[in-house]
């Protein structure tokens, strides 16, 4: 009760409003989303205008980044559990402004790719801050209900994302992508400066010393369903960069859909979007659990049945966007979840905790991604046999962090209880 209740007290004393709250926080994890998504429609270009030859190899365009992105997440969490939160952010967000500007002038592929392993680092800091300052304000199902609200806003990006990439190339070469993921940068820095307020409480700052980092590491390491979340949503995370990876290529050269590609990607984002907005609606009642546990069989009953298709037919492309929103449905309902299930433990480390569990999601989730995307042999099937496999490595996690024993809750639902009221209050005190 102690805990929920001071949970709603951090809550009630944000200076902003609730909503702008979470709009900020999505635009700063959005950051991340727009430098991958945005890229899409001009791989081909950038392929052709810096010499790569395989096309596969365009895809370390975004390989490089989310790897920069994994890394990076290592290095803020330990700095902004000593320095709070406002600091590390600005110095993430310069180094992501200048690195994108760098790479719209970037001579070769070479150098592209390392300026963009440079942005990731510096989009690190955005992912780290916006789930540590969730996790300092909120717990519990509130923490998962507020994730999935950031997410949904968050996945308004893929949707207009490559649309903005197609439309930039209509009047400009593809080194003006980069220079919009600048100004897009610049406008949210200057958002951050002017409104986020500093959630990391001064007794729980951590000295900045070898052996305080290495005693956060293995505090996190060693918390099983902590450690056991991460990894169930490092593989689910996998099968989304698996797809953005090879997307473009499914799209244009398997379906020749051409320009209409931003608005089919864009139609399955919004799929994706709304599935987070359903969680953040049923999480409240149903739980984090039972609802991302169940959610999380339907996501492999789905894929496995996408396999077993792709084997047996040369899938048309309706029927192929079909199974594809079908397992977005249900993926709302686990990254955020997930998440929150993960970082639930581990409240005095929040910066620490999200470096871990981001560094695992991207480095290693884009690692594993980058695998199926390479496997591309100019089917469906790879990506597919890609999403069935990492759904049962993640249900393999759930079942060492429950002890085999799935769709038990261990939080009560929001309702009429004496520390829900305490935290009901909270919440409209932030709104």
């Not at 999403?387 to 049962?392: A, L, P, T």
């Amino acid at each position: 009760m102690d805990k929920q209740i001071e949970a709603s007290q951090r809550a009630s004393s944000l200076p902003i409003p609730r909503w702008e709250f979470i709009a900020l926080c999505a635009a700063l994890m959005a950051l991340n989303s727009l430098a991958i998504d945005i890229m899409l429609p001009a791989l081909q270009q950038i392929g052709a205008s810096l010499g790569v030859e395989s096309e596969n190899h365009r895809q370390y365009v975004i390989t490089a980044y989310m790897l920069g992105f994994g890394g990076g997440q290592l290095l803020f969490g330990p700095i902004s559990d000593r320095f709070g939160r406002r600091a590390p952010l600005v110095l993430g967000l310069v180094v992501y402004v200048v690195a994108a500007a760098a790479a719209a002038i970037a001579p070769s592929f070479t150098l592209l790719l390392t300026w963009r392993l440079i942005q990731g680092i510096g989009a690190a800091a955005t992912r780290v801050i916006a789930v540590s300052i969730v996790r300092d304000t909120f717990e519990g199902r509130r923490m998962a209900e507020v994730m999935s609200l950031i997410f949904m806003v968050f996945m308004a990006i893929p949707v207009i994302a490559p649309g903005i990439g197609q439309f930039v190339m209509l009047f400009a070469s593809w080194h003006w992508i980069f220079v919009t993921m600048a100004i897009g940068a610049l406008i949210v820095s200057t958002w951050a400066l002017l409104r986020l307020p500093e959630t990391l409480h001064p007794e729980y700052r951590r000295p900045l010393t070898v052996s305080s980092v290495v005693s956060g590491f293995r505090i996190v390491l060693t918390n099983r369903l902590t450690l056991c979340y991460a990894f169930a949503s490092t593989f689910i995370f996998a099968a989304m960069f698996g797809f953005i990876s090879s997307a473009q290529q499914i799209y244009i050269d398997v379906f020749h859909v051409g320009e209409l590609f931003p608005l089919i990607f864009a139609g399955v984002a919004g799929v994706l979007a709304f599935s987070n907005y359903l969680n953040s609606r049923l999480v409240g009642q149903i739980g984090m659990r039972r609802l991302s546990q169940g959610a999380l069989l339907i996501f492999l009953c789905i894929s496995l049945a996408w396999l077993v298709v792709s084997l047996e037919i040369q899938m048309p492309l309706w029927l192929f966007v079909a199974f594809f929103a079908g397992a977005m449905l249900p993926f709302g309902g686990l990254g955020a979840n997930f998440n929150a299930l993960a970082m639930e433990p581990l409240g005095e480390l929040a910066g620490t905790a999200a470096s871990i569990l981001g560094f695992m999601q991207t480095f290693l989730g884009a690692l594993i991604g980058a695998a199926i995307g390479q496997a591309y042999n100019g089917t469906v099937t790879p990506l597919a046999a890609g999403f069935c496999s990492v759904s049962v490595a993640a249900l393999l996690m759930i079942l060492i962090a429950e002890r085999g024993r799935m769709f038990q809750p261990h939080n009560p639902p929001v309702s009429g209880h004496v520390t829900d009221l305490h935290e009901n209050k909270g919440l409209k005190r932030v709104a």
